[in-house]
């Protein structure tokens, strides 16, 4: 615990305070997780190839299957709760705030101990211990994305993301008055078509050019009156 999940998970938390707390673009609650997961990946990234100068290719499939899942997967709770640490921030809640900084850290440590536990561990009892304990925390890590996924806000409901929405729906972002990115207005407009969006239809002929147009083809049931 202490040789390998505080210093790691440590160094992640850092990290994500150093470059993410203060960025501008944490205004919604879900980026903390977005945040550490790439920080996750990244420590992974590097420690795999690490390990592979050090003990050679052969360690890479393992590291591929468990170091990667894991990092990213302890690095969920800790964006989860760092998530809900900014949004305290934002209320004015600097004891909640802590509470969630210090879960950020904590669970993270101890489910990296756990995992790291049982397999340096190497026992059988240890490895049906490991076993099961990935397959039931992967599934509570996916269960928790797609509710916070789900249930995502605005930090400060005063934020907005107009180029962020743009680039991704296609439409402006107007200020408003959010409850749960909901306005809580019914007449009021959400969203705007941008200006800059425009559709030309143009007609399609068979027609070479200079060629006359008056030309017609026969239409069924359209009496012609052939010169």
Same mark, same amino acid.
């Given at each position: 615990?202490?040789?390998?999940? @505080?210093?790691?998970?440590?160094?992640?938390?850092?990290?994500?305070?150093?470059?993410?707390?203060?960025?501008? %673009?944490? +205004?919604?609650?879900?980026?903390?997780?977005?945040?550490?997961?790439?920080?996750? *990946?990244?420590?992974?990234?590097?420690?795999?190839?690490?390990?592979?100068?050090?003990?050679? *290719?052969?360690?890479?499939?393992?590291?591929?299957? $468990?170091?990667?899942?894991?990092?990213? /997967?302890?690095?969920?709770?800790?964006?989860?709760? $760092?998530?809900?640490?900014?949004? @305290?921030?934002?209320?004015?809640?600097?004891?909640?705030?802590?509470?969630?900084? $210090?879960?950020?850290?904590?669970?993270?440590?101890?489910?990296?101990?756990?995992? +790291?536990?049982?397999?340096?561990?190497?026992?059988?009892?240890?490895?049906?211990?490991?076993?099961?304990?990935?397959?039931?925390?992967?599934?509570?890590?996916?269960?928790?994305?797609?509710?916070?996924?789900?249930? +995502? @806000?605005?930090?400060?409901?005063?934020? /907005?993301?107009?180029?962020?929405?743009?680039?991704?729906?296609?439409?402006?972002?107007?200020?408003?008055?959010?409850?749960?990115?909901?306005?809580? +207005?019914?007449?009021?407009?959400?969203?705007?078509?941008?200006?800059?969006?425009?559709?030309?239809?143009?007609?399609?002929?068979?027609?070479?050019?200079?060629?006359?147009? %008056?030309?017609?083809?026969?239409?069924?049931?359209?009496?012609? %009156?052939?010169?």
């Amino acid at each position: 615990f202490i040789g390998v999940a @505080c210093v790691e998970e440590g160094t992640k938390f850092v990290m994500l305070m150093l470059g993410a707390w203060r960025n501008k %673009n944490f +205004d919604y609650k879900f980026d903390g997780v977005v945040y550490s997961v790439f920080v996750g *990946l990244g420590f992974a990234a590097i420690e795999n190839i690490l390990y592979v100068f050090q003990f050679g *290719l052969s360690v890479a499939p393992s590291r591929a299957l $468990l170091s990667i899942p894991g990092h990213m /997967s302890f690095a969920v709770f800790m964006g989860l709760y $760092l998530g809900k640490a900014k949004v @305290c921030e934002a209320a004015g809640n600097m004891k909640g705030k802590k509470q969630n900084l $210090l879960k950020a850290y904590f669970f993270p440590v101890l489910f990296h101990g756990i995992y +790291d536990s049982c397999l340096m561990i190497g026992t059988t009892p240890a490895l049906l211990i490991f076993i099961v304990f990935v397959i039931a925390f992967y599934i509570v890590v996916f269960k928790k994305i797609k509710f916070e996924a789900a249930t +995502d @806000c605005l930090i400060n409901p005063q934020q /907005s993301r107009g180029f962020f929405n743009y680039m991704v729906t296609g439409a402006v972002v107007r200020g408003g008055n959010y409850n749960d990115n909901i306005p809580n +207005d019914p007449n009021y407009t959400s969203y705007e078509k941008p200006d800059d969006i425009k559709v030309e239809h143009r007609y399609v002929s068979n027609e070479m050019p200079g060629q006359n147009m %008056n030309n017609t083809q026969n239409i069924p049931g359209q009496n012609m %009156n052939n010169a």
